[in-house]
């Protein structure tokens, strides 16, 4: 599970799930757009077109999959509720990961019900260049004894533990300059897949008028 506002989708979410899904010989990336993210303000684009976008942006990518799960359910996008969705339909058994960048790891331990996290899934800490800040103390104290060396030994149970990846094509992307950018008229080319640009443009997303 790789979830996020994805307001908009940009090359970095996209290569980054590309990179985790080879780098840990997943199955499957579900891409998962939250409608009401509890820590953050609300999101720029509906939900409805943020997937839209999303699914746009990922056309025939294998083993990578927009999933509206969260978009159906009433209330805030608690990671957790996404996690035992997943581990309801895929069984006790799946080797079960959520990723995210260190960016949004640094305030894991304030989501709600952390350990449940742990309790569903993985967790893997995608590197970002730009947000290498340390670790607030609550978090030290969530992670402890789980860390792990080695996508190997990560996959070597369904949960529990974490992982830290540099993955090959760090990207400096990120939505809140590519929405930046579309509020000053300036390009967005190669940061965004071609199709989802010229959809965002087409509509007038994100041009602050
Ligand atoms: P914003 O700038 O609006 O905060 P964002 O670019 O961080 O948005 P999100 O939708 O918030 O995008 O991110 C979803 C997930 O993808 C988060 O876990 C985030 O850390 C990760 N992510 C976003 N951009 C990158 C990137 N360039 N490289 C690696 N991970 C990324």
């Given at each position: 599970m790789l979830g996020g506002?994805?307001?908009?989708?940009?090359?970095?979410h996209l290569r980054s799930a590309v990179e985790l899904r080879e780098a840990l010989d997943l199955d499957r990336v579900h891409m998962i757009p939250a409608s009401t993210p509890p820590l953050r303000g609300e999101p720029h684009v509906a939900p409805a077109e943020r997937l839209a976008l999303l699914r746009?942006?990922?056309?025939?990518?294998p083993g990578l999959t927009a999933d509206p799960r969260e978009l159906c359910r009433d209330g805030p996008s608690y990671s957790a509720d996404t996690l035992a969705s997943l581990r309801g339909e895929l069984g006790e058994r799946a080797r079960l990961v959520m990723a995210l960048g260190h960016d949004a790891f640094r305030r894991l331990?304030?989501?709600?019900e952390p350990e449940r996290l742990f309790a569903l899934a993985h967790v893997v800490v995608i590197d970002r260049p730009g947000f290498e800040a340390p670790l607030p103390a609550a978090l030290k104290a969530l992670l402890a004894g789980r860390e792990v060396g080695s996508p190997e030994a990560l996959m070597a149970?369904?949960?529990?533990?974490?992982l830290r990846l540099a993955l090959p094509s760090r990207m400096v992307i990120s939505a809140t300059e590519v929405r930046r950018r579309l509020a000053e008229g300036r390009s967005v080319r190669y940061l965004l897949p071609e199709a989802v640009e010229a959809r965002i443009l087409a509509h007038g997303f994100y041009s602050g008028s």
């Amino acid at each position: 599970m790789l979830g996020g506002t994805f307001d908009p989708v940009h090359l970095g979410h996209l290569r980054s799930a590309v990179e985790l899904r080879e780098a840990l010989d997943l199955d499957r990336v579900h891409m998962i757009p939250a409608s009401t993210p509890p820590l953050r303000g609300e999101p720029h684009v509906a939900p409805a077109e943020r997937l839209a976008l999303l699914r746009l942006g990922i056309g025939d990518t294998p083993g990578l999959t927009a999933d509206p799960r969260e978009l159906c359910r009433d209330g805030p996008s608690y990671s957790a509720d996404t996690l035992a969705s997943l581990r309801g339909e895929l069984g006790e058994r799946a080797r079960l990961v959520m990723a995210l960048g260190h960016d949004a790891f640094r305030r894991l331990a304030d989501w709600h019900e952390p350990e449940r996290l742990f309790a569903l899934a993985h967790v893997v800490v995608i590197d970002r260049p730009g947000f290498e800040a340390p670790l607030p103390a609550a978090l030290k104290a969530l992670l402890a004894g789980r860390e792990v060396g080695s996508p190997e030994a990560l996959m070597a149970r369904p949960a529990g533990s974490l992982l830290r990846l540099a993955l090959p094509s760090r990207m400096v992307i990120s939505a809140t300059e590519v929405r930046r950018r579309l509020a000053e008229g300036r390009s967005v080319r190669y940061l965004l897949p071609e199709a989802v640009e010229a959809r965002i443009l087409a509509h007038g997303f994100y041009s602050g008028s």
